[in-house]
């Protein structure tokens, strides 16, 4: 009787503890959203995707599109949030860069759409992105003035120096 109650105990116990794993489990709220672009900008899976500065989820995969005039760059993204997040149909994505040398991540601008949310596999307009110099061309840039500077220098050197032009005072 006693190895019974023992048992039943057990059970109950193991049972209790395997539904809190399910009872407890955090609920995680998930999108998938395309867009096109016409240039990405460098944009690659696992990339993150932001909405205010906030992520909100990845980049899952970039796709050359040469066929589709319409579609050049499409780009397919996966949101995942322990919260609900409503987007609007007329939102705008954009590829944007952290800083000057950071990570290119994916923005997605809610600030003047008033729209009905969109539908899981959606697709969001987009704006060309922000024109910045990836950090290879800033170098190739920089290494263009100091070669210019260095260029002058030699010529002013070059130069005789007239003593019968007058100084002014």
Known sequence: MIRTVILVLIVTVGLAAIGSLFVNRPHYFRQNLKSCFNDVGGLQAGDSVRI???????????RANPQ??????????????TYEIRIPKDSITETETAGLIGEVYLSIDTTQASGASIENYGY??????????????QLKAEGAVVRLVQALREAEKEVPKDSSTPTHP
């Open 52 to 62: 205010a500065g906030v992520e909100v989820g990845t980049v899952r995969s970039v």
């Open 68 to 81: 589709n005039k319409n579609c050049p760059a499409e780009v397919e993204m996966a949101l995942v949030t």
């Open 124 to 137: 969001l307009k987009s704006k060309p992105g922000k024109n910045t110099l990836s950090l290879g061309d």
